[in-house]
């Protein structure tokens, strides 16, 4: 009996998987392109269940992009944050070999989630609490490199010869470089050497 009962017992739905799959279709599709029918084929759940789950498009796209930056992209941003000895560039170079992995990775899409939503933002159909959620984590990830410099040149006695907002942007503008460059199908050792060659710019203490 206890056997017939297992046997017909449905599998427990898994939240963090059907976000994973989802991430992997928006990821692939963008946000536009992804219909509730793939969702739904995707997810292997019918479209009242995918409703009941996680609610229209938009708010499942918003909470796509939350499991991306949680379970993907920030756990490189720790060796910003941690203590340790390691010198400022060292920190940065760990952080962002760690982006490039994920943008060059086989095991998901190429590129990155953000920078692929980024550039279909300005669609009429593109949900704006999303836009909201990029915008903030782009903030947060600014606020991190800007508190890291400030505290590195302090820690120094240095003077504050380069404006630390400009060199901050510009390290993110080829975090978003290198995540194009990924998606086209440039190798992950040469966007390590692009990379290391941005590196030049940050002052030797």
């Not at 279909?120 to 490199?145: H, I, W």
């Amino acid at each position: 009996m206890d056997e017939q009962l297992k046997a017909g017992r449905k599998r427990a739905f898994d939240r963090d998987i059907a976000l994973d799959k989802a991430m992997r279709l928006f990821w692939v599709n963008g946000y536009s392109a992804t219909s509730i029918a793939n969702l739904s084929a995707e997810l292997g759940i019918n479209t009242p269940s995918l409703y009941a789950a996680f609610g229209n498009k938009e708010t499942l796209f918003k909470e796509v992009l939350a499991h991306y930056v949680e379970q993907y992209a920030a756990i490189n941003y720790h060796y910003l944050t941690e203590t340790s000895d390691a010198t400022l560039k060292q920190r940065l170079q760990a952080c962002f070999y760690g982006l490039i992995h994920l943008f060059a990775s086989s095991d998901t899409p190429r590129g990155c989630l953000l920078v692929k939503s980024v550039n279909e933002s300005d669609s009429a159909v593109f949900p704006e609490n999303a836009l909201l959620y990029m915008r903030q984590q782009g903030q947060k990830t600014k606020q991190l490199l800007m508190t890291l410099l400030e505290s590195d040149m302090h820690q120094a006695n240095c003077a504050h010869n380069q404006d630390i907002e400009t060199l901050v942007d510009y390290l993110l503008a080829v975090s978003y470089g290198l995540a194009v460059q990924a998606k086209a199908g440039q190798s992950e050792t040469a966007l390590k050497s692009v990379f290391n060659h941005a590196l030049s710019a940050i002052p030797n203490h």
